[in-house]
């Protein structure tokens, strides 16, 4: 009998495999704890929250949320720095797909509302709580939100060549603050007792139009 025959099976791949589950786990972890950060720091605040109420939130001691954060500012800063950074990114993959500028800035337009009827608490979180982080975590959440603001004004920029970058931003930072009201707005603009609130399809056709419109009128 050759010798490779009296060999015992690799173990290696089941290694791995339970390696990539053990990772798997914990990022979904990581992720639920996130949501409910956010579910519970939009509701009462971030002084209001304990490690113990986040770790109830999921299923799992306070104690065991130390595993994967270091401490309430640690879950508050991955929270608001990892939500700064996936709006770069997308924002920038749809200016990258779109064929042209009009289209890149109704890619934009579409994308940021659908963040926002996606991601109410995070946007009440970083409304009332920005200041709770550190000055490094404050700095970086700040330097990636210039970055996705550019992202909008160089756009703006090709359609408008003639109207000044500072306009433009404010054009930029105007939208976002009528886009990202939507979280603010008790049962999505139901505010008479009896009435019904409209469909987020509706609310999101009415918020694209309006902010199309503001981004795009015409300078003096």
Partial sequence: MRA?????????????AEHVGRREAKEQRRAALLTA?????????????????????VGMSGPAVYRHFDGKHAVLAALLV????????????????????????R????????????????????????DCLTGEDRRTVRALQRQYVELWVDVL?????????????????????????TPHSAALGAVREGEKAPETDTVREILERMALAALTAESR
């Fill in 4 to 16: 490779s025959e009296n060999r015992a099976p690799s173990t290696s791949g089941a290694q791995t």
């Fill in 37 to 57: 950060a956010a579910a519970r720091f939009a509701e009462r605040g971030f002084n209001g929250v304990s490690m113990e109420d986040l770790g109830s939130a």
């Fill in 82 to 105: 990892d939500v700064s950074q996936n709006l770069l990114d997308g924002g920038a993959a749809e200016v990258e797909r779109a064929p042209d500028d009009e289209l890149a800035i």
């Fill in 107 to 130: 890619s934009l337009v579409e994308f940021h509302v659908a963040f926002a009827l996606g991601n109410r608490d995070v946007i009440r979180v970083q409304d009332r709580d920005l």
């Fill in 157 to 181: 920029a090709a359609l408008f060549p003639s109207t000044p970058a500072p306009e433009l931003r404010i054009r930029a930072h105007a939208t976002f603050g009528l886009i990202n009201s």
